[in-house]
């Protein structure tokens, strides 16, 4: 009995112990069961019948960088290419003409025209004196350009010259006044200059035939004495140069570049001032630009507009280069006065027996010179020209170097 009993105890122990392990492998099973669910739902998670081997990493969106270096051209030193005006939307003009290679003509001032004779509206009939005329065969002005900047010596001036303005101080103080209409501006650069370091930028914008007509004029009202003459005027008779660069073909209803003006005073006393000559530069056929010489005089010596023109060049005006324009201007308020006008030493016209001032009250400076950039509607309507070494001299100055 004894033993059965003890029989008993040992089978019941041996029974708990199998049980027991049975329980054990059951639950090491199910934890088995779940790691695998587990790595199957996320590829992260080790994997529990491998543990000794990761599971593949969750790939992840690149991080953002910083786009590669653009290779950037090197910056030209030339002005860019600019576009001219194609000669088919030019306006209709004259043909094309050139003067002859002879040398020009001598300064007579009445000499016959070898053109027909033009009148203005004057007391009396202008003499005007060009060039032999023959048609040119000169290609149109090319599109493109390669402008130095490089430096050039600032240009020596003789001591008879009666007023100099070169730049080379860095501003206009040279000019006597600045007179700025609508959106305009002059400013002195060294992108390009005719000598020396300098030159002066004249900018209009928004020219495009609005009521205001955007120009910037430099002035000269005052220069050195000439003996037996009003030191607050200019002199009688002197020589106005000036050089221009164009960098493009412009088109325009009327673009005024260059002037002889006059101040006077109005019946309130206060002052105000008329263009008396201009000269502006028009477009022909071809699409080349050319001088042509305005007055502003009526038929009583008085001030008039829109005026008349006088006289044409027969010369293309360059673009993309300097160019020399040089005028021989006799003030007066008699039916004897003079302009003369040289591009690049070539005689353009030579008119006289006109009246060149009028007869108005002033008080000072009554005679101006101005070179400018100043239109009314262009194309482009918003452009630069640039002006250099201009100079006032009772001698002929010459386009020189």
């Known amino acids: ?49 491998n543990p000794s081997t990761p599971a593949p990493a969750t790939a992840l969106p690149p991080l953002e960088t910083a786009d590669p270096p653009t290779s950037v051209p090197a910056e030209p030193t030339a002005k860019p290419t600019t576009t001219v005006v194609s000669p088919s939307t030019a306006k209709p003009t004259t043909t094309v003409v050139s003067p002859s290679t002879a040398s020009a003509p001598p300064e007579t001032i009445q000499a016959t025209s070898t053109t027909p004779v033009v009148t203005v509206t004057t007391t009396t009939v202008a003499t005007i004196t060009t060039p032999a005329q023959t048609t ?30 070169d730049h080379e101080s860095g501003n206009v103080s040279e000019w006597t006044r600045v007179s700025v209409s609508g959106d305009a501006d002059a400013r002195v650069t060294d992108e390009i200059a005719h000598s020396g370091r300098f030159a002066n930028a004249l900018t209009i914008r928004d ?33 106005y140069s000036v050089y221009y660069y164009f960098p493009q073909v412009v088109d325009s209803t009327w673009w005024n570049i260059y002037q002889w003006k006059q101040a006077y005073l109005r019946s309130d006393g206060s002052q105000s001032r008329h263009p008396v000559y201009t000269v502006n530069p028009e477009l022909r056929s ?23 023109t006088l006289a044409t060049s027969s010369v293309a005006l360059p673009i993309q280069s ?21 591009q690049d030493g070539v005689l353009l016209w030579d008119v006289s027996g006109v009246v060149t001032e009028f007869d108005l009250p002033y008080n000072k400076h009554p005679r101006q010179w101005t070179v400018n950039n100043y239109a009314n509607d262009t194309e482009p309507s918003t452009h630069t020209i640039y002006i250099d070494d201009a100079a006032v001299s009772p001698n002929r100055i010459g386009p020189g170097s």
Not at 226 to 232: F, G, L, N, W
Not at 322 to 342: F, K, N, T
């Open 1 to 49: 009995m004894r033993l059965l009993s003890h029989l008993s105890r040992r089978q019941l122990f041996a029974g708990s112990s199998v049980l027991l392990m049975v329980l054990l492998v059951g639950l090491a099973l199910a934890v088995s069961s779940i790691s695998s669910e587990a790595a199957a739902d996320d590829p992260g998670v080790a994997s529990a019948s």
């Open 136 to 165: 040119s065969t000169s290609p149109p002005p090319s599109t493109t350009s390669t402008t130095s900047t490089t430096a050039t010596p600032a240009r020596q001036w003789g001591e008879a010259v009666l007023w100099v303005a």
């Open 207 to 239: 020219a495009d035939g609005g009521p205001t007509s955007p120009g910037v004029r430099m002035a000269v009202e005052e220069v050195l004495p000439v003996p037996d003459q009003d030191p607050e005027n200019l002199p009688t008779e002197a020589y």
């Open 286 to 308: 071809d699409g080349s630009m050319y001088l042509k010489l305005r007055s502003k005089v009526g038929p009583a010596g008085d001030y008039v507009q829109p005026g008349s």
């Open 322 to 342: 300097w160019v020399h324009l040089e005028c021989l201007y006799r003030w007066s308020q008699a039916p004897d006065g003079r302009i003369a006008c040289w």
